[in-house]
């Protein structure tokens, strides 16, 4: 063997490597990258469900058809402060203690933790603004007139 086809055959076998390191994700893992806080899977599963319950799927897409609790996972932890994400995690994991329990009805759980939790507030607050600024209200819902707008050449003026 020369040295050229060793070289080779290393740089193959090295790129091989990294290849399958890289294919080799963690399943219980959440589906997006998060910088600050720790979810897993079922942490992920466990919120589409609650975020669900909050957007119900009507004659309008619901709250995991818009993948709302994506949505709400990047902004807890990119706009929160670290206190706020512990405590939107230890609800989350309030309502996982709950699920194990059996089914998880998400509507009387969110009345009974009120509207002062700290999780039931980001939750509500982070679900509403992602469906607002989903692309399917925005596409179906809201009615956009370019600037200036109407021209209405016939309004009173009370002077």
Known sequence: ???????????????????????????????????????????????????????????????????LHLFVMKMVDDCHSPEEQELFLAGLKDAKSLKGKGTIDVQSYLQQLGDEDAFAKILKQRTIQGFLNSEY??????????VPGRYNGAVKVNG
Do not use: H, W
Request: hydrophobic residues 45%.
């Open 1 to 67: 063997m020369d040295r050229r086809s060793a070289i080779r055959q290393m740089f193959v076998l090295a790129g091989g490597m990294m290849i399958a390191t890289s294919c080799s994700g963690d399943g219980s893992a959440a589906s997006i990258e998060l910088n600050s806080i720790k979810m897993s899977a079922s942490d992920e599963a466990l919120l589409a469900d609650i975020v669900e319950g909050i957007i119900p799927k009507t004659d309008t897409p619901g709250g995991k058809e818009l993948k």
């Open 137 to 146: 209200v925005m596409k179906n819902k809201i009615i956009y007139e370019l």
